[in-house]
């Protein structure tokens, strides 16, 4: 195989761009060319590729978001435009794909694979931890740390006013982000998809919190329960004795230069895609981390797995707030 495209597809994540780096350095030392695809599926289908090379990626490591930005494509589920894509591949003589992304972007990879044979290697981009095969995926690690700092600064505002705070996560589905953030940042309430909320249950926590003498009330919220305001006034129709306060962390958990973690990972996922493209792969397969050893499987088999969620880190959140 002697040249290969990458691209970053869905939300981007912290680390995108360290990992792009790996692609394109390790290719180098396989004398495989890499080509860039601009925005994703979108920009496969607009045929906005092009050279990278060593210097394309100077300067990057340390950068959140993506260089080749990212985009969301509701053509690229029909297969006339995957066909145009692939194409627009074809013309470059482009002979594999690496694919940074969440599940979707997978979903749209594998599709390429099962349409036209394209041998493809997938990267798990994405805050949300939401792929069971891999135990992270990228930009977690550093969105978690993000919701940390911004945890710490609202707990000091609370503790001057007596108060709750809900801080609603994202995650989409999963909530991962929220019990991460929960445990490292001693919330005293998380709150998940996973798991149904039983409203009186949080306002008897908070009354006892009180009781004990807390001085404040840190409750993480992750979106895909409901939003701050709903949960909020959920409580407010159940009790009155304590200011209640909401912060949405929205898209600052999306950027931000990656944690060393991410960073490392970034690297790792990047040398074997490229690994796996340079031995001739014939298959559509996902790089990811487990019991920290980088692992691949087949992209079919890696989306088919049962959602994860970790009972026994969310049953310590609960044991810690004290
Ligand atoms: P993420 O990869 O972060 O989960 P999305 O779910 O938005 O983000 O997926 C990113 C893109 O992948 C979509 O905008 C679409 O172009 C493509 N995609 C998603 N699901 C499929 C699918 N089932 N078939 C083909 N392409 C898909
Ligand atoms: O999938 C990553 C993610 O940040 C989710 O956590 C969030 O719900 C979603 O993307 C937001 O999507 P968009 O960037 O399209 O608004």
């Known amino acids: 195989m002697k040249k290969i495209a990458v691209l970053t597809s869905g939300g981007d994540a912290p680390g995108m761009n360290a990992a792009i780096r790996a692609v394109v350095r390790c290719a180098s030392s396989y004398d495989i060319d890499v080509f860039g695809i601009e925005c994703g599926y979108e920009g496969m289908l607009e045929g906005n590729i092009f050279?990278?090379?060593?210097?394309?990626?100077?300067?990057?490591?340390?950068?959140g978001g993506t260089i080749l930005r990212t985009a969301r494509c509701p053509l690229f589920l029909e297969k006339e435009y995957r066909q145009k894509a692939y194409e627009n591949l074809l013309a470059f003589g482009i002979e594999g794909l690496v694919v940074i992304g969440g599940d979707g972007s997978f979903k749209g990879m594998n599709s390429l694979y099962q349409d036209f044979g394209l041998p493809?290697?997938?990267?798990?981009?994405?805050?949300?931890?939401?792929?069971?095969?891999?135990?992270?995926?990228l930009g977690f690690d550093t969105a978690v740390n993000t919701v940390l700092s911004a945890v710490n600064n609202v707990r000091d505002t609370m503790t001057a006013h007596n108060r709750a705070c809900i801080i609603e996560v994202m995650g989409r589905k999963c909530g991962d982000?929220?019990?991460y953030s929960g445990v490292a940042g001693g919330a005293e309430i998380v709150l998940v998809p996973e798991v149904p909320y039983d409203i009186d249950k949080v306002v008897q926590t908070i009354k006892y919190d009180r009781i004990k003498g807390k001085q404040s009330v840190i409750i993480i919220l992750a979106?895909?329960?409901?939003?701050?305001?709903?949960?909020?006034?959920?409580?407010?129709e159940k009790m009155d004795f304590i200011q209640i306060r909401t912060v949405k962390l929205g898209y600052i958990q999306r950027g931000g230069?990656?944690?060393?973690?991410?960073?490392?990972?970034?690297?790792?996922?990047?040398?074997?895609?490229?690994?796996?493209?340079?031995?001739?792969?014939?298959?559509?397969?996902?790089?990811?981390?487990?019991?920290?050893?980088?692992?691949?499987?087949?992209?079919?088999k890696a989306l088919a797995m049962p959602s994860k969620f970790d009972k026994e880190l969310y049953r310590i959140a609960s044991m810690l707030a004290k």
Not at 52 to 60: A, E, K, L, Q
Not at 223 to 236: D, H
């Open 223 to 236: 979106e895909g329960v409901c939003s701050c305001a709903e949960l909020k006034e959920k409580i407010a």
């Open 51 to 63: 050279p990278m090379d060593n210097r394309s990626v100077s300067d990057t490591v340390q950068k």
């Open 177 to 179: 982000i929220a019990i």
């Open 257 to 300: 230069t990656p944690s060393m973690a991410d960073r490392v990972f970034a690297a790792r996922c990047g040398a074997k895609a490229v690994e796996l493209l340079a031995s001739n792969l014939k298959e559509s397969r996902v790089v990811g981390i487990k019991n920290n050893k980088i692992i691949d499987m087949a992209t079919e």
């Open 120 to 137: 493809c290697v997938g990267i798990p981009g994405t805050i949300d931890n939401d792929l069971a095969y891999t135990d992270f995926t």
